[in-house]
C-alpha cells in the first residue's frame, strides 16, 4: 500500500495567503523530459492541493524554475526524477518544493485520447 503525503501548500509571502484552495489548471507539456509516458504537445491537468504519493508525477518549483518530474521516495527525502534517462534526478528534502499533482493527460482535440493519474 502507498502511502499518501498531503501537499501543504506555503503563504504567499505577498500576500500571506495560501494556495491550498486553488483549483485545478491545465498546462502544456514541453521538452522530452517526460518521455515516453508524457509528449510534447499534451496537456496535463494539475492539482494544487492533491495528495501525492510515491510514484506521482508532479509540478515542482525549483531555483525558481518550475519542472514536470516523477515523485521518489530516496531515503529520508525524497527525488524529483524524469522518466526520460538523458536528464539528470534532483534530490529534495521535503515536499515544499511540490506545488501540485498530475491528475490527467490529454491529448489536443482528442478527448478520448486521455489519462487519468488519480482516481
Excluded: H
Excluded at 27 to 35: A, C, I, N, T, Y
Excluded at 71 to 90: F, H, M, S, V
Excluded at 97 to 114: C, D, E, F, W, Y
Amino acid at each position: 500500500m502507498k502511502k499518501i503525503i498531503p501537499i501543504n501548500p506555503a503563504a504567499d509571502a505577498d500576500t500571506g495567503s495560501s494556495c491550498d484552495e486553488a483549483e485545478a489548471f491545465a498546462l502544456m507539456v514541453l521538452g522530452d523530459s517526460m518521455e515516453p509516458e508524457f509528449l510534447e504537445g499534451e496537456i496535463i491537468i494539475i492539482e494544487p492541493s492533491g495528495y501525492a504519493t510515491d510514484g506521482s508525477y508532479v509540478l515542482a518549483q525549483l531555483n525558481g524554475e518550475w519542472i514536470f518530474r516523477q515523485l521518489l521516495r530516496q531515503g529520508d527525502g525524497w527525488r524529483l526524477a524524469p522518466l526520460n534517462p538523458r536528464y539528470e534526478a534532483t534530490d529534495i528534502a521535503d515536499l515544499a518544493p511540490v506545488k501540485g499533482v498530475i491528475i490527467q493527460k490529454s491529448k489536443p482535440g482528442r478527448r478520448r485520447a486521455s489519462k487519468r493519474y488519480v482516481e
